[in-house]
């Protein structure tokens, strides 16, 4: 069995997306002076590895905690864009891998890298409007990508977000999927279970059999 962590480490200074709260983690104590250990975290709901409510884009109290563990939890198939040569996915660089019914699908696309930058980056590889389209039309529950967005910047009015999450399908962004190849895994995806939030950090483990 082989175990992968694809969640972004918390922490001061990280990557994030441009106009949001950064990582704020402050000790408050120390074993050594005070006996005991105890920190202050502040960011926001979006930070890392993280899971988009259908509360985020639209008009609804669908929030963080009224997620279903189901689409959280089960088989997923990572697949492999990384040669793309061009930053929109489309319809056609995914339809050829089968997608079926309730699927979790991982899109791995070479952003992971950009993560892990000091500066937001000015291109990214991002799904296309008909692909997020052809992805609702096959009801799976969960697309995950490894960018704080899976959206291209700037976007107006978000149509892909709407468009995944009127499907119900779950969105998880900000996977680090370097060292993941391509194949079936099982996922472990859990966000904090935050009463009416619109997002969450997540911790998110693949396990391979």
Not at 55 to 79: A, M, N, Q, W, Y
Not at 108 to 116: E, V
Not at 117 to 125: A, C, I, L, Q, T
Request: with cysteine.
């Amino acid at each position: 069995m082989k175990i992968y962590d694809v969640s972004l480490p918390i922490k001061n200074n990280m990557l994030v997306w441009p106009g949001d709260t950064g990582v704020r983690i402050k000790t408050l104590a120390t074993v050594k002076k005070d006996g005991i250990g105890k920190s202050f975290f502040s960011f926001g709901s979006h930070t890392g590895t993280h899971i988009d409510a259908p509360s985020h884009f639209l008009d609804t109290d669908l929030s963080i905690d009224k997620i279903s563990p189901e689409k959280l939890i089960g088989d997923c198939r990572v697949i492999d864009l990384t040669n793309l040569k061009k930053q929109e996915i489309s319809i056609k660089d995914i339809s050829r891998f089968s997608i079926k019914r309730n699927d979790r699908i991982l899109l791995k696309t070479g952003n992971s890298s950009l993560l892990f930058g000091k500066e937001f980056p000015k291109n990214y590889v991002y799904l296309s409007l008909a692909g997020a389209k052809f992805l609702a039309d096959k009801k799976i529950n969960l697309v995950g990508t490894d960018f704080l967005g899976i959206e291209k910047k700037g976007n107006p009015n978000h149509p892909t977000h709407k468009a995944l999450l009127e499907a119900g399908i779950v969105l998880v962004e900000g996977l680090d999927l370097r060292e993941v190849p391509q194949g079936s895994y099982q996922i472990f995806c859990l966000p904090l279970r935050m009463v009416g939030a619109d997002g969450s950090p997540a911790r998110v483990i693949l396990v391979k059999q």
